[in-house]
């Protein structure tokens, strides 16, 4: 069982990105943890901060339940794609962490992704 992110556009052709649920908690820890974020202090992660106090444009995706949950509107795709990959561009890709390769894998396919929501102007949505 996991979850798929894709676009809100009908068709079933489009790109997608999906995750088992301990793939995607991995890969949202990892850019929490690039944004200094520390998931387990958050609401909704068994902490007490709220939200409000993070400044990050991937928030909308950081604080988002694992499936279910409001759509992402083309406006907070637009915003996380520019963050998303400004980090995937300083995550190394000649590391040889191969969870590391893989986010950053994970991190293009998301790209598309964001990029097709806001062509189409169609929100992404989690399953």
Request: charged share 25%; proline share 6%; hydrophobic share 40%.
């Amino acid at each position: 069982m996991g979850l798929v992110l894709f676009p809100g556009d009908g068709d079933n052709s489009s790109p997608d990105v999906s995750w088992s649920y301990s793939g995607f908690a991995a890969f949202r820890q990892r850019l929490a943890e690039t944004e200094g974020v520390v998931l387990a202090e958050m609401r909704g992660f068994g902490g007490e901060r709220p939200w409000s106090e993070v400044s990050t444009a991937l928030e909308p995706l950081l604080d988002h339940p694992d499936d279910g949950g409001d759509d992402l509107s083309p406006a907070e795709c637009a915003s996380i794609l520019v963050r998303l990959e400004t980090i995937t561009d300083q995550w190394a890709p000649e590391d040889s962490d191969q969870l590391l390769q893989q986010h950053i894998k994970d991190a293009h396919q998301l790209a598309g992704v964001l990029r097709l929501c806001i062509k189409k102007d169609v929100p992404r949505i989690f399953l």
